[in-house]
């Protein structure tokens, strides 16, 4: 009876921790032989029964018969008079094999073999959790947050494992509470002091880039192929498709009809703005595609140094430079070219006046702001409107008011 209720009180790890049963009498074994060695000295002459799903359990000691008086290791042999207790027919030589109860440990030990087995048991299982998600690096995982902290976000899966979501690897705009459903891809998979740590994030390529293996069934099957993407996450990303069938527009099928299929993603995303261009060895043109929207008049590559200058109309400048440089970074990062933008000024109105020259007036920090654009004098600000300088710039309206009041007294 006392193996039965051990083994089946055992039995509850197995159910709680969805173990196997090979291994689970695997641990169980070991477990034992570590008590009798721990007692005796040696587990080579003892050997385990263990049957989980009968709940049977026994430990069996095997020793040696000698001559009454020549007994040297009382854990290998048995002498003559002793071992004819247990089976009248024996004979000196023979093997004999003996139960031994539990009640032989004493309780202090088979309290012991509960706590290693439960320590045993709750190591196999974070060394499964690591090995499960180390081998699904890169997969997108839909959990649930558990618990909103300053720095991170404790998500958990369908089996009940903890997941982190750190700060760094959030779109800056998410915002979570928790029991809310959460995306985000398996980033990286760590041991730190033998406890497994699941990394995810929502600010990797690798995200956006299972996203659209989501809803593009055409990237999914491989007919569309996604050379590079490049991300300022939930502000802008660039990806670069390219399909090997003639008959399928990559960009047309990644963006849907009436940009169905692109929503979902850009939803996802908190609204970052996704710019799907046709991938092409061209060099040129793949730079003037990568700075759409913004037009260009002409490029001068240095293919040694990978270094691009861009030629555009004045008005053209802030599209290809965007809100605070990030079009024009972006650009640079999925082409791998430097590019430097340049204003194609064919007529040049001697009258204009370089910004700087307002130093005195102007403080140098909102100078740097217009720069950001692409407005390097006097007339390249005052020929965009206020509408348009406030969405391409963190100025405020009142700020830029004041400027075009400046800016305009010189002319007057």
């Known amino acids: 009876m006392e193996s039965l209720n051990l083994v089946e009180s055992f039995s509850e790890f197995k159910e709680f921790k969805n173990i196997d049963r090979t291994t689970m009498m695997r641990i169980l074994e070991d477990v034992f032989r570590s008590m009798v060695a721990k007692k005796y000295g040696t587990d080579e002459n003892f050997d385990f029964i263990i049957n989980i799903d009968k709940g049977d359990f026994e430990i069996w000691r095997n020793r040696i018969i000698v001559e009454d008086g020549e007994v040297e290791d009382e854990n290998r042999e048995i002498a003559y008079s002793e071992a004819i207790k247990i089976e009248p027919d024996f004979e000196i030589g023979e093997e004999v094999s003996e139960r031994v109860s539990l009640n032989d440990f004493g309780r202090r030990a088979v309290l012991s073999v509960r706590h290693n087995l439960a320590a045993k048991i709750q190591d196999l299982e974070k060394e499964l959790v690591f090995k499960f998600y180390k081998d699904r690096i890169g997969e997108i995982l839909t959990g649930e947050v558990y618990q909103v902290l300053k720095k991170d976000i404790l998500v958990v899966d369908d089996e009940g494992n903890e997941l982190i979501l750190p700060k760094n690897e959030q779109i800056p705009s998410d915002r979570y509470k928790k029991g809310d459903t959460i995306r985000a891809i398996i980033h990286k998979a760590e041991l730190k002091n033998n406890t497994p740590q699941i990394i995810l994030s929502r600010t990797s390529p690798v995200f956006l880039e299972k996203l659209f293996e989501t809803e593009v069934p055409e990237v999914f099957d491989g007919l569309i192929t996604i050379k590079n993407i490049v991300r300022i996450p939930g502000d802008r990303a660039k990806v670069a498709v390219e399909s090997y069938d003639d008959r399928i527009d990559p960009v047309g099928a990644c963006v849907g009809m009436k940009g169905s299929r692109i929503h979902g993603i850009v939803r996802e995303l908190r609204n970052e703005n996704i710019d799907v261009i046709n991938y092409t060895t061209n060099v040129t043109l793949y730079i003037t595609r990568s700075l759409s929207p913004a037009k260009i008049s002409s490029i001068k590559l240095d293919e040694a140094d990978k270094k691009a200058e861009v030629y555009l109309k004045p008005d053209q400048v802030s599209l290809a430079i965007g809100k605070g440089g990030n079009n024009i970074k972006l650009a640079s990062k999925l082409t791998g070219y430097e590019i430097d933008v340049y204003r194609d000024d064919i007529e040049i109105d001697v009258e204009d006046v370089d910004l700087d020259e307002f130093v005195d007036e102007i403080d140098e920090w909102i100078i740097d702001e217009l720069k950001?654009?692409?407005?390097?004098?006097?007339?390249?600000?005052?020929?965009?409107?206020?509408?348009?300088?406030?969405?391409?710039?963190?100025?405020?309206?009142?700020?830029?008011?004041?400027?075009?009041?400046?800016?305009?007294?010189?002319?007057?």
Do not use: Y
Not at 392 to 398: G, V
């Open 372 to 412: 950001a654009i692409g407005c390097d004098t006097a007339k390249s600000v005052l020929n965009l409107s206020i509408d348009d300088l406030v969405k391409r710039t963190d100025l405020e309206e009142e700020t830029i008011k004041e400027v075009i009041k400046i800016l305009k007294s010189e002319f007057e």
